[in-house]
């Protein structure tokens, strides 16, 4: 992490700038089933730059001020989604929100995502997540079983068809900001339809019909209730509502 | 880290904690996944049920747009409005076997669209499966008899009851 601190160590003749430093009070939602069983808020003051990162702000809070503190991060930069959580009421990536962006002069609330259990602070059990995106087989699947001797071609035109479902990264912030999810978790939830989208579009993919009647479920697409949230919360900015709609659409004109 | 006393379990001692450990002995509660599938969850059930409410929400829903505006126009907006409506104005409509039609398919599918709508609120929001039962229960009952009801007033309707 490259701080400002070793820019400021290095300039010390610098005439001295205004600080970009701001206090800032994180109010994280804290956990542990060990210790406690109910869920507490706590408050932690920090000195940070406002063009950093929430994540960046709870690193400094674990490495500096409390290292009981437990939440998932891996890449750090919006591409493995392990760092989604609900932050100041809104579903989003801890390391692709800047602090300057959610209004730091109020406290900022950092939760773990809705609907998943909670097994320790910002940690969930993201196993029912993963069961719903199993369940939609979500791999190529093609009736020649030889193995083929030349790729798979594809138009353009054709790859342009799914393209906007391809940039899933997993983190369940689409399917812990939906409401009917949040009621009964047996809803496949908005990421694990995009992922089928994903392959039921796709023109070298031939399990199109299955992948439909999996999604023609009492818990499947037509449980949506198209609120939007998905939309709104999704990191990569997939347009989720829609893939879902069309989705619905294939299944009613079994066209796609 | 490396350096942090730890106990057999390998949980640290907690701040101010009595002795409170926890250990093979004494383990930390467990706590249940309340939405896992499992084995036992029941088998879902696919089928063609779903779509065809939705797409009967839909389609219901653009013909009750004519058929309600239609009825509230006549009702209360054309003709003298909400004040000529009495029992010879409704004795004169039904007269009509247009107008039977009509209020019998708006009965319908209103009765139908809304019993759908609130079937899939009480889905959406009852959490137990008990709950869910009885308010389905209360909800087909009330549907059953305001539309039968409505049906056997529309086709047995008498203009000289008295």
Redesign the interface.
């Known amino acids: 992490m490259a701080t400002p601190v070793m820019d400021k160590a290095e300039t010390p003749g610098a005439a001295p700038a205004a600080s970009p430093y701001i206090t800032v009070t994180f109010r994280v939602r804290r956990f542990d089933?060990?210790?406690a069983?109910d869920a507490f808020w706590e408050d932690f003051q920090l000195e940070i730059d406002p063009k950093e990162r929430v994540l960046d702000g709870l690193h400094k809070i674990k490495w500096d001020m409390d290292?009981t503190l437990t939440f998932r991060r891996s890449c750090a930069h919006g591409i493995c989604g392990s760092d989604a959580m609900r932050i100041n009421g809104k579903n989003r990536l801890a390391c692709k929100t800047l602090i300057k962006d959610i209004n730091p002069e109020k406290p900022i609330t950092v939760e773990p995502i809705k609907?998943?259990?909670?097994?320790k602070d910002l940690v969930v059990?993201m196993?029912?997540f993963f069961?719903?995106y199993r369940d939609v087989m979500p791999f190529l699947i093609t009736k020649d079983t030889n193995e083929p001797t030349r790729e798979r071609l594809q138009s353009a035109a054709d790859r342009e068809r799914f393209d906007d479902t391809t940039k899933c990264i997993l983190c369940a912030a689409c399917t812990s900001s939906c409401?009917?999810f949040w009621?009964?978790?047996?809803y496949f939830g908005p990421a694990a339809i995009v992922n089928a989208h994903r392959f039921i579009f796709d023109s070298r993919d031939e399990a199109g019909e299955q992948r439909l009647?999996?999604l023609?479920?009492?818990?499947?697409v037509?449980?949506c209730?198209t609120t939007f949230n998905c939309t709104d919360a999704c990191p990569r900015g997939i347009e989720v509502t829609k893939a879902i709609a069309e989705v619905?659409k294939a299944?009613?004109t079994r066209r796609f | 880290?490396s350096t942090t006393e730890t106990t057999p379990s390998g949980?640290g001692p907690?701040e101010g904690?009595g002795g409170l450990s926890?250990g093979p002995d004494n383990p930390?509660?467990v706590?249940?996944?309340?939405?896992?599938?499992t084995k036992k969850?029941p088998r879902?059930?696919?089928?063609?049920?779903?779509?065809h409410?939705?797409?009967f929400m839909r389609l219901s829903g653009i013909v009750l747009v004519v058929l309600v505006i239609g009825h509230l126009l006549i009702q209360l907006v054309l003709d003298g409005g909400v004040s000529k409506i009495g029992f010879a104005f409704v004795a004169g409509r039904w007269a009509s076997p247009w107008w039977q039609a009509w209020d019998l398919l708006m009965l319908w599918l209103a009765m139908l669209h809304g019993a759908n709508g609130l079937r899939?609120v009480i889905?959406?929001?009852a959490?137990r499966a008990n709950t869910r039962l009885w308010l389905k229960a209360l909800l087909y009952t009330a549907t059953v008899f305001t539309v039968l009801l409505g049906t056997l007033v529309i086709f047995t309707f008498d203009p000289n009851i008295r």
């Open positions: 089933p060990e210790v069983a290292g609907g998943l259990t909670v097994l059990d196993e029912p069961q719903a409401p009917v009621n009964d978790g047996q009647e999996i023609n479920d009492k818990d499947g037509w449980r209730r619905k299944l009613i | 880290m949980i907690v904690d926890y930390a509660p706590i249940e996944p309340p939405r896992k599938r969850s879902s059930t696919r089928g063609n049920f779903e779509m409410a939705w797409l899939t889905n959406d929001y959490e």
